[in-house]
């Protein structure tokens, strides 16, 4: 919809104007550009890195070439399917759960009335903004041994034995789930429910009038409106799929070795190989890695939207 | 179009989060020619009568950052080493826990840091990214740091070379450590009757040598009359290192099982002595003796000792160990010993001074150094903080806490002397025997030694079998040697893992790096 406007031929002089008009918004822009720019540009060069001997002496461009040595290490193992696995497959679920539960908050959250969604929409989004050191122990509050809440209450109410959560891998797919779902949705539901209060009222008006239900309001009018944010947001998701959200996996967990088959992914392996060598030659190969397999995802999974439809394809 | 081009580059660099650090100025400065021996005084002289003098930045690792009389301590530190060598000192500790992350940083940026401790970073590691000076260069520490050389012996010294080079100054501390050594609130061993005073082979020991059978009935003892308490714990990243006597040549896949007598490198994970161990921490567990929550514990021993929630716990041992551990509880503790005092291979290369690359007056670094090794007061500053502010004398040779400041408020108790260049010329705090550093001497001269001492394994060619077997082992130790998990099941299913990972590769590697080195430094 939004897209024929572009397409439409401007004359020079209309163009000029619009030029004019859109001034102020890049200049809002620009912090955020210059951000972009000193944190993700200027760096990019550091990539060559990844295929050097590195010596402190030598500097980086003048350390030796060392060809994809420095990649070995992620592919030359038993653990590299385990890791990748649980790495893309952990995304994909998140991607799905998260944006499913993140709609359907933004869509009841615009629904209250205005005092209280503030006051809900300030409460959901608290567990975003801790650490997820902090977040470890307030899992850990629920889940250790000896004095959690889990074992000490719940499972006693029901006269279950304890459990050992910290020693049994099978619970803890569905414990990370739950956990980055509740941490991320106060903040993943605010771009839907900034779209969903820019949708034009006259719509619903308009739609009850007609004698349309709730959920034919919805399921017409703010789902479709809704597609091209939910689109955006998950290519830019799966560009991040081989990114793992290294405090969820490894302090969540409490780094126990019992839960490894489904809590390691690339970044903790990584970082607890790299732990001790603290080579940066390798962590960059890692990063360069993780990176291209990104990159070229965004494209793959841009280019599908494009074919089945080309309005909502991000570029 | 435009639109187009800009939402491709924020992809891009949505997808190309990196996070590298460029800076890099890596050009080592030409150091100056050292011509005889008065070349030391000469190089001092010159800078206190130019009246400019350069700033040597120190770094070091401590528990709890950057404390805030550390500035003063750097003034007071300067304010001697203005005069005697004209060289401004600036202190820069570190937390443990970014310590390695921020000298990395530090050192691969080239950022000024001159002197710094090697703890926690790893000195293969250092020497192969080309951080540390060769301390030998143009006679440097020859000209330059006459004291350092006079406070070591030459197997110290050899003891810090990497592949021939002397790349850093080994501190001055306990080099052997006691393994097993068990500590135990004495009020806990009261109330259980058991007497421990009638143990003591000779009066004045402070270390009493048992065996197990004596301390696993004192556990057992111990969990009857505290059942709300942990009977036992141990930290699960030092079990190896501390209990068995082995030596593990930079990690434990591939070891000496016999360090005195043999130099054939063998793996830990298969043999009786790991077998052993993980059987009897599968007893205790099953005990109860250990709690349920130990995987997942983060505080250390001695704080949950102090807080009333642990009766037991493993410690290295070594002169002064019972007024450490005494200390750090908060309450008299009696010391156990079930091994005996070994000195591995790698006790002088664990945390070495070392100078970078990078420094500008490395000649500078090295007369400061050498101070550090040197002159009791600047240790004394260094360890315990200024007297009249930090400390003062009680009158019998000792030093205390000032009236007023204790561990907690105290501006500068770092708690890290053993890091220090020298701690056996400062001054020695009350509670520890004043002959301390007499008996660390006699301690460290008298430990088993390690055949293998000086050596150093390279692993820059088997990182990625490395990484993989780091992995694999993190999945099993602590499940493993805290007794969570039946040896009989878990060490078969760890050693497969192990050598699938490229166990025996790597060992064939260490045991020729081994006999390379053994046969250049004529060790049979």
């Known amino acids: 919809m939004a897209k024929a406007h572009y397409k439409k031929k401007m004359s020079p002089a209309q163009r000029k104007s619009l030029m004019k008009r859109s001034i102020p918004i890049y200049i809002m822009a620009l912090p955020g550009l210059i951000y972009l720019f000193i944190n993700n540009y200027m760096p990019m060069p550091g990539i060559v890195l990844a295929f050097k001997n590195y010596k402190a002496k030598d500097g980086i461009y003048g350390s030796k070439w060392a060809g994809f040595k420095n990649f070995r290490y992620l592919f030359s193992t038993q653990d590299a399917f385990v890791i990748t696995r649980n790495t893309i497959c952990y995304n994909l679920v998140f991607i799905v759960v998260n944006t499913f539960f993140a709609v359907m908050v933004a869509i009841i959250l615009s629904e209250l009335v205005a005092k209280i969604k503030k006051f809900y929409q300030s409460v959901i989004l608290l567990p975003y903004l801790l650490s997820a050191v902090i977040i470890s122990y307030l899992v850990f509050a629920f889940l250790s041994a000896e004095n959690g809440f889990v074992n000490n209450t719940i499972l006693k109410a029901f006269g279950v034995n304890p459990i050992s959560w910290y020693q049994e891998k099978k619970y803890w797919p569905f414990i990370l789930v739950f956990v980055n779902l509740w941490k991320g949705i106060g903040y993943n539901c605010i771009i839907y429910l900034s779209t969903i209060i820019g949708i034009d009222r006259g719509y619903y008006e308009a739609a009850s009038i007609d004698g349309a239900t709730k959920w034919q309001q919805i399921s017409k009018i703010t789902l479709p409106l809704l597609r091209p944010t939910i689109i955006m947001l998950t290519l830019m998701a799966v560009g991040r799929i081989f990114y793992s959200d290294f405090g969820l996996f490894y302090q969540v967990p409490q780094n126990s070795g019992a839960l490894f088959p489904v809590t390691n992914t690339i970044d903790t392996y990584v970082y607890r190989g790299l732990l001790e060598l603290g080579d940066i030659t390798m962590s960059a190969a890692a990063g360069v890695y993780q990176s291209l397999v990104g990159f070229v995802l965004v494209l793959v999974a841009n280019l599908t939207v494009r074919k089945l439809d080309p309005d909502s394809a991000l570029f | ?524």
């Open chain 2, 1 to 524: 179009m435009r639109k187009k081009i800009l939402s491709l580059l924020l992809i891009a660099a949505l997808s190309l989060g990196m996070t590298t650090g460029l800076t890099i100025s890596a050009s080592a400065d030409q150091l100056e020619k050292a011509d005889d021996g008065t070349a030391a005084q000469e190089a001092a002289q010159e800078r206190i009568e130019s009246g400019d003098y350069p700033t040597i930045v120190m770094a070091f690792m401590t528990w709890a950052g950057k404390l805030v009389g550390t500035d003063r301590i750097s003034e007071k530190i300067s304010e001697i080493t203005r005069e005697k060598i004209g060289v401004n000192v600036e202190l820069m500790p570190m937390d443990s826990a970014s310590y390695a992350q921020n000298m990395n940083l530090i050192l691969a940026s080239g950022e000024q840091v001159d002197l710094f401790n090697v703890v926690t970073l790893g000195m293969m590691a250092c020497v192969n990214k080309g951080y540390l000076l060769d301390l030998e260069e143009d006679d440097l520490l020859a000209t330059y740091g006459q004291g350092i050389i006079d406070a070591f012996n030459t197997v110290e010294l050899g003891g810090c070379r990497v592949a021939g080079t002397l790349y850093g100054i080994p501190v001055k501390k306990d080099d052997a450590a006691g393994r097993f050594g068990m500590s135990i609130p004495v009020e806990y061993l009261d109330a259980i009757g058991f007497d421990y005073a009638s143990m003591y082979a000779n009066e004045e020991d402070e270390i009493i040598y048992t065996d197990f059978e004596t301390i696993e009935d004192i556990l057992g003892r111990l969990h009857e009359q505290y059942p709300d308490k942990t009977t036992f714990y141990m930290d699960p990243t030092s079990i190896i290192g501390q209990c068995l006597l082995i030596d593990s040549p930079n990690d434990n896949f591939g070891v000496l099982l016999d360090p005195a007598n043999s130099l054939v490198i063998e793996d830990l994970f298969s043999s009786d002595l790991y077998m052993d161990l993980c059987s009897r921490m599968y007893r205790w567990n099953q005990n109860g003796w250990i709690s349920p929550d130990a995987i997942t514990e983060t505080n250390a021993t001695t704080t949950q000792v102090k807080a009333g929630s642990l009766c037991a716990y493993k410690t290295a041992t070594k002169p002064g160990i019972r007024q450490q551990e005494s200390n750090l509880c908060g309450k008299p503790v009696v010391i156990f010993q079930l091994g005996e005092d070994f000195k591995a291979s790698n006790t002088y290369l664990n945390m070495p001074w070392a100078i970078n690359q990078n420094c500008e007056d490395p000649v500078a670094a090295m007369q400061l150094l050498n101070l550090f090794y040197t002159d009791p007061d600047i240790s004394t500053l260094i360890c315990w903080g200024e007297e009249g502010k930090e400390w003062k004398e009680t009158g019998d040779g000792h030093i205390t806490f000032m009236d007023g400041v204790d561990a907690q408020n105290s501006e500068y108790y770092n708690n890290v002397n053993w890091q220090m260049p020298n701690q056996f010329i400062a001054r020695i705090w009350e509670g520890d025997s004043l002959d301390l550093w007499e008996r660390m001497q006699a301690y460290n001269d008298n430990a088993v030694t390690s055949k293998a001492m000086g050596f150093t394994f390279d692993n820059s060619d088997l990182a990625a079998e490395y990484t993989a077997m780091t992995n694999v082992y993190s999945e099993y130790s602590h499940q493993l040697e805290l007794g969570f998990l039946d040896p009989e099941v878990g060490i078969p299913e760890l050693v497969d893992r192990l050598k699938a990972a490229g166990l025996e590769d790597y060992m064939a590697e260490k045991q020729a790096q081994l006999d390379a080195w053994a046969e250049a430094n004529g060790v049979e």
